[in-house]
């Protein structure tokens, strides 16, 4: 399909790396937690990385949802305190969904960045690309955003709580300890003790980092995605100015690709 212009600009773009460029941020969210979806090219030493990456998420993320679910119906009996305590572990097991769904529609991922790559190589134009760049700009901002957003909220709230001391009974022995992001279930580990404490408190910090990298990848690419229909739109709507000026001998195959186009962003 041809761009609706009879001045095609005689620069060389590179879609590549406009392609690379609004997709920057989302590959480096989704690469550490083994979520970037596979391609043809991918080799199966990378793909054997890929499943160890995944299956070391899930276990991080179980290390911390399991133990607290146990703590919540096990071993804590105020309402109140388990009322206070179920909204950070809703965050984790939110992530642990998130990321399994993620995983699952992986190819429905790779389909659409396939989808924005073949839009950067139909688009030549300085005013189109300049349009959709825009937009891409707005898409990684977006992305930005969520991940300064969430990473520091919730690793605020975590290092607030393991400065904050707990004093718990052990025997006839009253200890004071660091109060962990997410509750746990005492009787799988004695937590009241260091390195226990900390080695417990370092893990749930990293299930923390791979929670909230779920989260931002997911809101990332929907972001990113939404901004580069929005600049398809942009460029249609600079299309259909364009032919109020034109010849009728030019205008019908034009409105041809503007229609053709069109279809696409709609897939």
């Known amino acids: 399909m041809t761009i609706a212009s009879d001045k095609p600009t005689s620069v060389l773009y590179r879609h590549n790396e406009h392609h690379d460029y609004s997709l920057q941020l989302n590959r480096w969210f989704l690469k550490p ?3 970037w979806p596979e391609s043809r090219v991918t080799t199966i030493s990378e793909r ?8 070391i998420c ?20 105020d309402l109140d305190t388990k009322m206070r305590l179920v909204g950070p572990v809703s965050h984790w ?40 760049l825009r937009y891409a ?31 718990i009974v052990v025997g006839n022995e009253t200890v004071s300890t660091r109060r962990l992001p997410c509750p746990f279930y005492s009787k799988l580990l004695d937590i009241s003790h260091d390195p226990t404490n900390e080695i417990v408190l370092m893990i749930q910090f990293l299930s923390g980092f791979i929670a909230n990298s ?9 972001g990113v995605f939404a901004m580069h229909v929005c600049g398809q739109f942009a460029v249609l709507y600079t ?29």
């Open 93 to 132: 097991v939110m992530s642990s969904l998130n990321y399994s769904s993620l995983l699952w529609r992986g190819k429905d991922i790779r389909c659409c960045i396939q989808h924005m790559e073949n839009d950067w190589c139909i688009v030549h134009r300085n005013v189109d690309r300049g349009a959709m």
């Open 58 to 77: 899930y276990a991080l993320i179980a290390f911390t949802v399991i133990p607290s679910m146990m703590y919540f119906y096990l071993e804590e009996q």
């Open 48 to 55: 054997l990385l890929l499943k160890i990456i995944q299956i």
């Open 33 to 35: 937690i083994g979520a």
């Open 239 to 267: 299309w259909l100015n364009e032919l109020t000026n034109e010849e009728k001998r030019t205008t019908k195959n034009k409105l041809a690709n503007i229609v053709e186009h069109h279809l696409r962003v709609l897939k």
């Open 137 to 167: 700009k707005f898409g990684r901002s977006m992305a930005a955003f969520c991940a300064v957003f969430l990473h520091c909220g919730v690793f605020s709230y975590s290092v607030v709580n393991s400065l904050t001391p707990i004093i």
């Open 214 to 222: 779920v989260t931002v990848s997911a809101c990332s690419l929907a």
